[in-house]
């Protein structure tokens, strides 16, 4: 009798890892990952490609070609802690196919921009947007995968970034090389397309545990204010994260600026 009531009393064992073939058996990790594979190639090819056509078409200077990263990278800086806590009380599938939308009628204006002045404001209003898509992509990994699963979930998904950020630019340049840059632009309106089309055929639900909670009409902006400033206060108050955030923050953003450098030392 106590032997037996000592092992129900016992904690579970935890229940062992999911592989990545284990996550896209799942449905919807499958789709949100082959959507984020497809579209971050399109992005990748399209930036790539404005650098080309500002540092060997429009002749750019280096500060015009950092200011190519600078209007891509920094808006999500600021945009980014808002968009999650409104992500937070919007449909996740709305919000995921809406922003893949949004973001192929702005790739298609980079078609006809013809100044620097044009190129920085579209790659500005992408960033914006997808400050949006980030935080609803993220939500609806952990609402339908595992918890067992979010380590080979959330690999997959950097495997698709840095993939993405190896192949991109070579892609571009064969690209621009044989054919034109419009082409790096109109694959990448047409890789949002079928992001979009992915995400939408599939059934997307948000877990009542991560719904955040219901307020009136009345002090729905206050709510949003307080949820902002209990994340910012998280984050501040947590060394380890906080270093995190700055490092990552800060490093990506030295690379992004150093990085359209090199094509001003080809040209030059």
């Known amino acids: 009798m ?3 009531a000592a092992t129900a009393g016992a904690p579970a064992a935890p229940a062992a890892p999911l592989t990545f073939r284990d996550v896209l058996r799942i449905d919807v990790m499958r789709n949100v990952w082959l959507a984020q594979v497809i ?3 399109g992005d990748f090819l399209a930036l790539f ?3 080309a056509v500002v540092s060997f078409r429009m002749n750019g200077t280096a500060a015009q070609l950092t200011g190519l990263q600078i209007a ?3 808006p999500i800086v600021f945009v980014g802690p808002i968009a999650g806590v409104f992500v ?10 809406s922003s893949d939308l949004i973001r192929a009628v702005l790739a298609m204006l980079l078609i006809p921009s013809t100044a620097i002045w044009q190129v920085y404001i579209v790659l500005a209003a ?10 609803a992509q993220t939500v609806t990994i952990r ?9 080979a979930a959330n690999a997959l998904m950097q495997l698709a970034f840095l993939g993405s950020r190896i192949i991109g630019p070579a892609t571009a340049g064969a690209i621009v090389a044989a054919f034109t840059p419009r082409v790096c632009y109109i694959v990448d309106v047409i890789s949002f397309l079928v992001s979009a089309a992915l995400i939408g055929s599939v059934v997307i639900r948000r877990p009542a545990a991560l719904h955040a909670p219901a307020g009136s009409s009345s002090n729905r902006i206050h709510q949003i204010w307080i949820d902002m400033k209990q994340g910012m206060s ?3 108050h947590h060394a380890a994260i906080l270093f995190f955030v700055l490092a990552m923050a800060s490093g990506l953003f030295t690379i992004g600026c150093f990085a359209p450098l090199i094509s001003i030392w080809v040209r030059d």
Do not use: E, Q
Request: overall charge positive.
């Open 49 to 51: 490609a404005v650098i």
């Open 126 to 135: 992408l960033s914006c947007v997808s400050a949006f898509f980030g935080p």
């Open 39 to 41: 579209s971050l190639f």
């Open 72 to 74: 891509y990278m920094l």
């Open 234 to 236: 998280f984050i501040l």
């Open 88 to 97: 937070d009380r919007w449909p996740l599938k709305p919000t995921l196919i």
């Open 143 to 151: 609402s339908h995968v595992p918890v067992n699963g979010l380590l």
């Open 2 to 4: 106590s032997t037996a």
